[in-house]
């Protein structure tokens, strides 16, 4: 099954309702499952995220809604990962850490790094059909995480950015701009984010090496435990 967090989930359901959204018309997309919001260790199928942001977006009449989500998600909500990454020690570490450890939140995409010459590109490929609302989320939170994070003047400035989901409207165009601040190519083969390697460098304010590890090593213990029980 393609799952997210609770986490993620519970931030999401929180987020809808104050956009306007009546609560008891969010938590019914989730059917019974709305009770287990505050189960950490549960995991929601991803449809129950595709038919909350799909309703969001038809009522909230906000094609963007991916990217204001993923905007307003704290660290915390990727749940042992984000922990990990505020105590990391730069971003190319937190990276590092998302690679390895990103299905504690999800195990809706794959995540590459891969660099040419002095360029990084940063790309999330899904591996089941799912809406544009979610690579929003990821690659907004993902730049949110880094300003919030990175030591003030740090270059976080993106080359370009590629999106596989078609031009959104004028209002909702706006809206990307904004977020990326960079040449965006809509209908791309790939979802990927384009930026000067040496952001990869970038020191972060709350680095603590010794915790670092030792939840690193929790979250491992955490996977394999997982692989486990879906065997």
């Known amino acids: 099954m393609y799952f997210v967090s ?72 990727w749940g042992l990962l984000g922990h990990i990454a505020l105590v990391s020690d730069s971003l190319g570490k937190v990276l590092q850490h998302a690679l390895q450890l990103n299905t504690l939140v999800r195990n809706v995409g794959i995540i590459q790094l891969h660099h040419e010459q002095q360029t990084s590109h940063l790309s999330w490929y899904p591996s089941t059909k799912i809406q544009h609302y979610m690579v929003d989320e990821l690659f907004s939170s993902w730049l949110s995480f880094a300003k919030y994070c990175s030591f003030k003047n740090t270059d976080l400035s ?51 090496q010794e915790l670092e590890q030792l939840l690193s090593a929790q979250a491992i213990e955490l996977i394999s435990e997982n692989d486990r029980i879906n065997q």
């Open 6 to 77: 609770s986490q993620i989930i519970r931030s999401l359901v929180h987020f809808l309702i104050a956009q306007g959204l009546a609560p008891e018309a969010v938590n019914k997309r989730l059917l019974n499952r709305a009770n287990h919001l505050d189960d950490s260790r549960y995991k929601y199928p991803v449809s129950d995220y595709e038919q909350l942001m799909t309703f969001a977006a038809q009522h909230l009449c906000c094609d963007h809604i991916g990217l204001k989500f993923g905007q307003s998600l704290k660290t915390q909500s």
């Open 158 to 208: 993106l080359i370009k950015v590629q999106l596989t989901r078609s031009e959104p409207k004028p209002e909702s165009l706006r809206a990307y701009k904004a977020v990326f601040n960079c040449p965006i190519e809509f209908h791309a083969t790939t979802n990927t984010l384009s930026f000067k390697s040496n952001m990869l460098s970038s020191p972060l304010n709350s680095a603590n």
